[in-house]
């Protein structure tokens, strides 16, 4: 995959989740892990498209990309919790729950139910990369 550019880490995300936005937007990794780079799903392009063809659906979860590796949903979290600053709040807090990756798999349709239920009552859409049928609506 040639979404990343040397130490890079590509972060793929609902740009129209509010919640997802602001996890996104406060996690930190450290400086030895590369430069976090955050991708909105919803613009589509070869990242997308790259994830689309390994038939990833973004609606079910955020992607990190790290070099060559892939990390999804629970994975995703899970590494960037591993790569995170632990500085502020936040990104200590996003550390000690998501370093374990049992509590990163039990935790993450939790969050994932939440997003969906938010961006139900905000009328929004569903990314639906893989164009499957009667999925525009959550």
């Given amino acids: 995959m040639a979404a990343t550019d040397n130490d890079d ?10 919640m997802c936005n602001a996890y996104c ?11 976090l780079r955050l991708y909105d799903a919803r613009e589509g392009g ?5 994830l689309t063809a390994r038939g990833l659906d973004v609606d079910e979860g955020m992607v990190l990309i790290a070099g060559e590796q892939l990390y ?4 995703a979290i899970h590494a960037l ?7 502020g709040f936040f990104n200590r807090l996003n550390y000690l729950v998501f370093k374990s990756k049992t ?5 993450y ?10 961006l139900k009552m905000l009328g929004r859409s569903r990314i639906n990369n ?9």
């Fill in 46 to 50: 070869p990242i997308v498209e790259d």
């Fill in 109 to 118: 349709p939790v969050l994932k139910a939440g997003r969906n239920l938010l």
């Fill in 103 to 107: 509590l990163s798999a039990v935790l």
């Fill in 25 to 35: 937007r406060m996690v930190r990794i450290r400086e030895a892990a590369g430069d």
């Fill in 72 to 75: 999804y949903g629970s994975d």
């Fill in 130 to 138: 893989l164009g499957l049928a009667d999925n525009e609506r959550f």
């Fill in 9 to 18: 880490l590509v972060l793929v995300y609902d740009g129209d989740c509010p």
């Fill in 81 to 87: 919790s591993l790569m995170s600053s632990r500085s």
